[in-house]
């Protein structure tokens, strides 16, 4: 844990460089075994979520690590959208900087999100890419209620400890315009001794965690009123299956405002690709369609992707949204049941079975995809060392049958843990 009074220089140069190399030795053996098992770089056909068939071999297996979470990556109207917007534009994309051109059905995609989440929405090829260019921003104190080119200053900038890797990989290039901090987990206490210290300072975390869990947001708002605190939040594993029209678990929980960066993937319960950042005033979206790198390269959201998310905006306008959402709940509920884990009850889809053991979490998963389903292990750096175990999705088109077997075979399988 890095402390208040370290230097932000602790994240970059010599140090990082020989934690990524203790991270690697102690990792790549369990991939190792993991490739031996057949479990990493999987060939397959697909005809659903649900029935994945390695052609070589004719094995069949559901995929329960899927982040579809409402099943949209499969649905007609989504598909139809890519084909739509291919036939209109006769082009793949622009192939330029957006800074420069944007092309209308991307626009169109904005406005419509942008209406759609109640923010002022800007896209990007990925939530990576635009995390690698807002970041840097919000560390300057570029990123302001102005955004006239001024900084008041950078932001120390803490990071909660199980924030995701796309926002912990952009460290050290925060650290060379302000202070560095990480956090431990949803720890308010100590964000709060970090903003009496400091008068300007940055929180970045996960909204709906990838490993499982939701930050806690109500003091992070406190602490938001009472301190000036900026929030940078990517709530990636919400988007679509909370708030009414699929607005995420943030956005549902707070008005947006010049001190809040919502980002989200297009790529999970939205069913498409991409990313967004929901922002609090259209001076922002300016600046940084002008000056956030990545976010405005010619790399953009492929105008087919573009089509495919206004085809799921429509869906997130109709009643098939909440039938969606129900389903989903319903099977987050029964898996809860049947097999409970440390995040039951939590309203979200990310389920972990622990184990303990690295070369344990491979063996189960091994056996189950020997039985017909795909799960994956999850080991050190992804988790912390000593709770190894199994990563598991819901998803609204799971059936209870598929739900129910697969617990059968976990509980079969952990019964002597």
Same mark, same amino acid.
């Given at each position: 844990?890095t ?16 934690n990524a ?33 390695v ?6 297996f ?25 036939t ?9 900087s ?8 991307l ?15 800007l ?17 300057s ?11 008041d ?21 925060c ?15 100590? =964000?709060e ?5 400091y ?5 970045v ?70 990313g ?8 922002q ?10 976010? *405005?390269?010619?790399?953009n959201v ?23 959402q ?17 995040f039951?009850?939590? *309203?979200?889809?990310v389920?972990?079975?622990?184990? *303990?053991?690295a ?14 389903f ?7 750096p ?34 002597? =843990?």
């Amino acid at each position: 844990m890095t402390e208040a009074t370290e230097p932000a220089e602790s994240v970059q140069g010599p140090r990082r460089y020989r934690n990524a190399a203790a991270m690697l030795a102690t990792a790549d053996p369990v991939w190792q075994a993991a490739g031996a098992n057949g479990l990493i770089g999987i060939k397959v056909d697909s005809e659903s979520n649900n029935r994945l068939i390695v052609r070589e071999t004719g094995h069949e297996f559901a995929n329960m690590v899927s982040c579809a979470y409402l099943g949209l990556n499969n649905h007609p109207q989504v598909a139809a959208g890519a084909v739509d917007a291919l036939t209109e534009s006769r082009s793949t994309w622009l192939v330029t900087s957006t800074t420069r051109i944007r092309h209308n059905l991307l626009v169109r995609l904005e406005e419509e999100l942008g209406d759609l989440f109640g923010a002022h929405v800007l896209p990007g090829a990925s939530c990576t890419s635009l995390t690698a260019g807002i970041l840097p921003l919000v560390a300057s104190g570029h990123l302001n209620d102005r955004c006239d080119g001024s900084s008041d200053g950078p932001r120390v900038m803490v990071f909660d400890r199980f924030c995701h890797f796309c926002m912990a990989y952009v460290k050290p290039i925060c650290a060379d315009e302000a202070l560095v901090l990480n956090c431990p987990h949803n720890d308010l206490d100590y =964000l709060e001794d970090i903003c009496r210290k400091y008068p300007r300072v940055a929180y970045v975390a996960d909204g709906a965690y990838s490993m499982g869990g939701a930050a806690a947001l109500d003091g992070l708002l406190e602490l938001q009123d009472r301190y000036g605190l900026f929030l940078y939040i990517d709530d990636s594993h919400s988007l679509s299956i909370m708030g009414e029209r699929g607005e995420g678990f943030v956005r549902s929980r707070l008005e947006m405002n010049p001190l809040t960066v919502i980002v989200a993937s297009l790529g999970k319960g939205f069913g498409t690709g991409g990313g967004i950042a929901m922002l609090g005033n259209r001076e922002q979206f300016e600046f940084l369609h002008r000056h956030a790198g990545p976010v *405005g390269w010619s790399q953009n959201v492929a105008l087919p992707l573009v089509g495919a998310s206004l085809g799921s905006a429509a869906i997130h306008r109709s009643p098939e949204l909440a039938e969606l959402q129900g389903r989903l709940n319903r099977n987050i509920d029964l898996f809860d049941e049947l097999l409970p884990t440390s995040f039951a009850g939590n *309203g979200l889809p990310v389920r972990r079975v622990d184990v *303990g053991d690295a070369e344990r979490a491979v063996k189960l998963s091994a056996q189950l995809f020997e039985r017909g389903f795909y799960s994956s292990a999850v080991f050190f750096p992804i988790v912390p060392k000593g709770e190894a175990g199994l990563r598991l999705m819901m998803r609204a088109d799971m059936d209870e049958r598929l739900i129910t077997e697969f617990a059968g075979h976990v509980k079969e399988l952990t019964a002597d =843990l």
